[in-house]
């Protein structure tokens, strides 16, 4: 997964007044772009919420069992992984946020037997066929 672009480019309305300032400050060194401005003030905002964020984590990976998998950042299904749930007849549906990748080699019928159903707030790499079997955009 090294060689896949872990960003997402996103869409926001500043004012003029805030973006002059961001402005002010990145053309006097303190930021070197608007982005990195907005990576710091994103990651500070999120600290201030660690607690909260802490919370959801834990009543959701309490409230899901191993047939509702649920994942925060990064998951991903290898071949081996699928064969090994599919021979142990494991079902599961995944819902997350961040990125989930489903490698190119899984066998795709098999996929759909172990993997009920794919909800992800983010992005999912996965082959054409795949996403169209989960109605994924």
């Known amino acids: 997964m090294t060689n896949e672009n872990l960003s997402e480019k996103v869409s926001v309305n500043i004012n003029t007044a805030t973006l002059s300032e961001i402005d002010l400050l990145v053309d006097n060194g303190y930021y070197s772009n608007r982005s990195d401005f907005i990576n710091h003030a994103l990651r500070t905002a999120l ?3 660690r607690a909260t964020v802490e919370r959801l984590i834990e009543k959701n990976t309490k409230s ?18 699928l064969e090994e749930m599919h021979a142990e007849g494991q ?7 961040g990125l989930l990748k489903i490698a190119e080699n899984c066998d795709e ?9 794919i909800h992800v707030r983010g992005k999912v790499i996965a082959t054409d066929s795949v996403r169209a079997h989960y109605g994924l955009k």
């Open 91 to 97: 079902r599961m549906s995944l819902t997350g946020y």
């Open 109 to 117: 019928e098999m996929l759909f037997e172990v993997v009920e159903s």
């Open 47 to 49: 600290e201030s919420q």
């Open 64 to 81: 899901t069992s191993k047939e509702h998998g649920w994942f925060l950042g990064i998951y991903g299904i290898t071949a081996k992984e």
